[in-house]
């Protein structure tokens, strides 16, 4: 029966998830049961694309993503990939009708990471765009199911979100990303002499974009306010320990949000949803 090969999928696409980020699978979690698979759909679909470009060094990167890319575009055209990761996600395109600019989009930042670059401002943006903020975008046309008029509402602090959770992932991975992968994303700022300075202006950058991003979180629809909102106040919590932490330091250590303080503030945010604090 298709109905068991559709299920297997999401399944492969929920543990993926599990696997590779308890903070996202602990959000997934809060938000409407409803919403479950498809959420788990876009990101194991996003986490296969990670891996080609951040883990598969010995392969030939650039022929992975054309595969990946051209069965993607064969799965949602005709219903079916082998690929459990892609087909789940195929699913949910079709289901919810998200646009293909938004995957295209997606794609091409993939790409970008195929090679070895030190970012200016526009190509910066470029990245975020595609790499965050799109994916933010596809998690919308699920939470709203569709309503055009309120994905045009929501977009742009859903867009900020996904900026805000990319450039803090940024800072907590400096050094993986700079000495490992050979990447600087951040304009205008010497890695090699990381100061105070650049930190402020980073974070200052970033805690714009949270703020930006709370006014919307607290319109969505609450089947997802709730899960989006815990995952909001994560990163916001793993801000804050970047930010106390020296430079020098961010540069040599990747900084965490222990578990019992993940569990403490989805506590804490189920009190403020409970009472329409948000």
């Excluded at 575009?73 to 079709?94: C, E, K, M, W």
């Excluded at 602090?157 to 805000?164: D, E, F, K």
Aim: glycine share 6%; proline share 2%.
């Amino acid at each position: 029966m298709r109905e068991l090969y559709d299920t297997l999928s999401q399944r492969v696409s929920k543990d993926t998830t599990k696997h590779y980020s308890t903070s996202f699978s602990l959000g997934i979690k809060m938000l409407d049961k409803k919403l479950h698979n498809a959420i788990y759909g876009i990101y194991g679909w996003v986490r296969l694309a990670d891996e080609i470009v951040d883990t598969f060094h010995e392969q030939k990167q650039k022929d992975l993503m054309a595969e990946f890319r051209a069965e993607t575009y064969r799965s949602i055209d005709t219903g079916l990939s082998l690929n459990p990761i892609i087909h789940s996600f195929a699913q949910v395109v079709r289901k919810y009708g998200i646009d293909q600019d938004l995957y295209d989009t997606f794609l091409h930042s993939m790409e970008m990471d195929l090679e070895d670059r030190v970012y200016d401002r526009e190509s910066f943006e470029e990245y975020i765009l595609g790499s965050a903020e799109v994916v933010g975008l596809m998690c919308l046309q699920v939470f709203v199911e569709g309503d055009k008029n309120e994905y045009e509402r929501l977009k742009a602090p859903a867009m900020s979100l996904g900026a805000a959770f990319q450039k803090v992932n940024f800072l907590r991975d400096l050094k993986a990303d700079f000495e490992g992968l050979g990447r600087v994303y951040f304009p205008g700022v010497n890695f090699a002499a990381f100061n105070r300075e650049q930190k402020q202006q980073i974070e200052q950058e970033i805690l714009r974009d949270f703020d930006d991003a709370l006014a919307g979180i607290k319109q969505l629809p609450r089947c997802c306010r709730f899960g989006v909102y815990s995952a909001y106040m994560y990163y916001k919590s793993l801000y804050r320990n970047i930010k106390r932490t020296p430079a020098e330091e961010v540069m040599e250590t990747r900084i965490r949000v222990p578990n019992w303080k993940k569990f403490c503030l989805t506590a804490f945010s189920y009190g403020k949803f409970s009472l329409r604090m948000i």
